[in-house]
């Protein structure tokens, strides 16, 4: 019984159910000083557990690539009965100046990604690359954390009714 236990609690048991980008945040970069945006992302997990995570939009342009190449590859190796094509996105693009704006747009681009992403196949909810971007890092909130409370310089655009989480 207490194998059975186990392997009910390995991570090939573990997939997202649900992803919900609902708002974003300015910050500066460390990397140039540059305004950037933060975008935050609701995960919903198989078993049960919810966090909020925040990624940029570069950070999705590399899951996005670093899956059309896995899965590429996968289908060259005969590895999948089917080809897979993972949900394209826009890019970033250097003439266009970066504001609230193009932040707005790329927030609805991001969650529709996701979405399309996970509805797809089952399996890409459960690929370790998927599992790995949307699991909590050290520097994302931690909801009722003293440390990631808002400010008036720092502060989420939009919330969603179902929990709150501050970005900065």
């Known amino acids: 019984m207490a194998s059975r236990i186990l392997d009910s609690m390995t991570c090939q048991n573990i997939h997202i159910d649900n992803v919900k980008v609902n708002g974003f945040a300015e910050r500066k970069s460390n ?6 945006y933060v975008f935050a992302v609701e995960v919903q997990w198989s078993d049960g557990r919810m966090c909020c995570v925040k990624r940029t939009y570069a ?3 590399t899951l996005c690539e670093n899956l059309t190449k896995v899965l590429k590859c996968a289908n060259e190796n005969g590895l999948t009965n089917r080809h897979l094509a993972i ?9 266009i100046k970066y504001d609230r704006c193009l932040a707005e747009s790329r927030e609805e681009e991001l969650h529709n990604f996701a979405q399309n992403l996970l509805r797809q196949n089952p399996s890409v909810s459960e690929h370790p ?9 050290p520097s994302d909130p931690v ?9 008036p310089h720092h502060y989420l655009y939009q919330v969603s009714n179902h929990f709150e989480c501050c970005l900065l």
Request: glycine share 8%.
């Open 87 to 95: 949900p394209r996105l826009k890019g970033c693009k250097w003439y």
């Open 143 to 151: 909801p009722g954390h003293p440390r990631h409370h808002i400010s």
């Open 129 to 137: 690359a998927v599992l790995d971007f949307f699991e909590q890092r």
């Open 31 to 36: 990397f140039n000083g540059k305004l950037d």
């Open 59 to 61: 950070e999705f342009i």
